[in-house]
C-alpha cells in the first residue's frame, strides 16, 4: 500500500513542470514591455510600437508653468495640463538630424515643440512618465 507522503510527494512532482512552464510563460510575458521601457529613449517621436497615438499624446506644447512643473498640450477642449514630476524622464529626440537621442532637461519644453508624453495613468492624463521633445537645430 502507497503512504500519502509517497502520493503527496508524487502529485507536486507532477505539478512541478506545470509550475515552472507557468512561471517561464509569465516571465516571457513582461519581457517585451520591460525590453521596450529600457530603449523607450532611443525610439522616435509617434513611433512606440503599440503605444505612439494611442497611449500616448503626439502633438505641441501649447505653454509651460515653470511655477507648477506643468505642461498644457492640445487646443480647444483637448487642451489639458500635464505634470512634470521628479520621476518624469524628459528625453531629446534627434533621430532627425541623424544623432542619437541624448537626455532632456524640464528647461526643454517650451511652447510649440514636437513632443510625445507617456502618462503615469493613461486615462487621467495627469502626470507624465516620459516626454520625448523633437530636437531643435543646436540640440
Known sequence: MTSHATLTGARATARSPIAAAA???VLLMTMPAAAQQSTEQFIPIGRSPGLS???TYVG???DVDAGARTVALGTGAARHDVRITPRTRIWIDRTQYGKANTA???EDLAPGRRVEVRYVDAAAKQ???WIKVAAEAGD
Do not use: S, Y
Open 23 to 25: 512561471t517561464a510563460l
Open 53 to 55: 497615438g494611442t497611449q
Open 60 to 62: 505641441t506644447i501649447a
Open 104 to 106: 532632456g532637461r524640464f
Open 127 to 129: 502626470a507624465a512618465d
